[in-house]
């Protein structure tokens, strides 16, 4: 079994900060990418960042000069930092994994339980 676990969503007023991580544990041979999508009210589920082994990483365009995104490949930990938050960044915040349980199975999606992020005065 795998598990994501996030942390760091809240309240938070526009032009603020907050933080997320997430941690991935459990019977894991290799992790490939981590990275965060978000999902408003009526809206479908959007990638916001993602960074693969090797450090590379992709944002939404709505994201890019204000989010970042890290890895401790150590800890399995993939972070997100998030500044000058504005009210549309409000949402259900996913972590996301791709990742291979064992040498002899292929990458598969794995998902936390999601964390809200609302951005309101």
């Known amino acids: 079994q795998v598990q994501l676990v996030e942390s760091g969503g809240g309240l938070v007023q526009p032009g603020g900060s907050l933080r997320l991580s997430c941690a991935a544990s459990?019977?894991?041979?290799?992790?490939?990418?981590m990275g965060w999508y978000r999902q408003a009210p009526g809206e479908q589920r959007e990638l916001v960042a993602l960074?693969?082994?090797?450090?590379?990483?992709n944002y939404a365009d709505s994201v890019k000069g204000r989010f970042t995104i890290s890895r401790d490949n150590a800890k399995s930990t993939v972070y997100l930092q998030m500044n000058i938050l504005k009210s549309e960044d409000t949402a259900v915040y996913y972590c996301?994994?791709?990742?291979?349980?064992?040498?002899?199975?292929?990458?598969?999606?794995?998902w936390g339980q999601g964390t809200q992020v609302t951005v309101s005065s």
């Open positions: 960074i693969i082994t090797g450090g590379s990483t």
């Open positions: 459990g019977s894991i041979f290799s992790i490939s990418a």
């Open positions: 996301y994994a791709l990742l291979r349980q064992t040498s002899a199975t292929t990458h598969s999606n794995y």
